[in-house]
């Protein structure tokens, strides 16, 4: 398995070591020539949203990348990634997103919640998160909500989360990821 994580800006590295202490390979996608390997999966990470399109728009990776997701290729999206994601940008999935919903940098925080399909006690850091506005289909299913505010969904392939698991020791979320990757190769 080779997971391919979106190197262009933000938390990316933290993924990669999540995968790696997993026993998952990983290759950053920073220009168009590396979106060429195979993958299995793909990794949309935390950062800056607006810059991440904008790049993704000048490499000319946006539509190779919304493309393979529209044709199945797993992804999961945190913070920023989840704004991609969103109908408003690569519309891959359905639902609408508030942007930097809980303020400022001051504005983060560390919690630990219920996850449908993960559990409980599952360490949720928010660095000025967006979180799920709006649900536009059924096919969008809810997995976590925080204070009234949905900050994790799932549809088909694709899940997105409000939150950085990548910057806690639990591994649970990344793994949920690879099981729905190889449920996706059988």
Known sequence: MNIAVLALQGAFIEHEQMLQRLG????????LRDWQHPKDGLI??????????????????????????IGGLPVFGTCAGMILLSADHLGTMDFRVRRNAYGRQLGSFHTIHHVEGIGDEVPMTFIRAP????????DCQVMAEVDGHIVAARQGRQMATAF?????????LHQY???IVKKTAV
């Open 131 to 138: 979180y799920i506005e709006e649900v536009l289909s059924g």
């Open 24 to 31: 998952v390979e990983t290759f950053e996608i920073r220009q």
């Open 44 to 69: 949309l990470p935390g950062g800056e949203s607006t810059v991440q399109m904008r790049l993704l728009s000048q490499l000319g990776l946006l539509e190779p990348i919304r493309q393979a997701i």
């Open 164 to 172: 950085h698991p990548e910057l806690d020791e639990d591994t649970r």
């Open 177 to 179: 990821f690879i099981d």
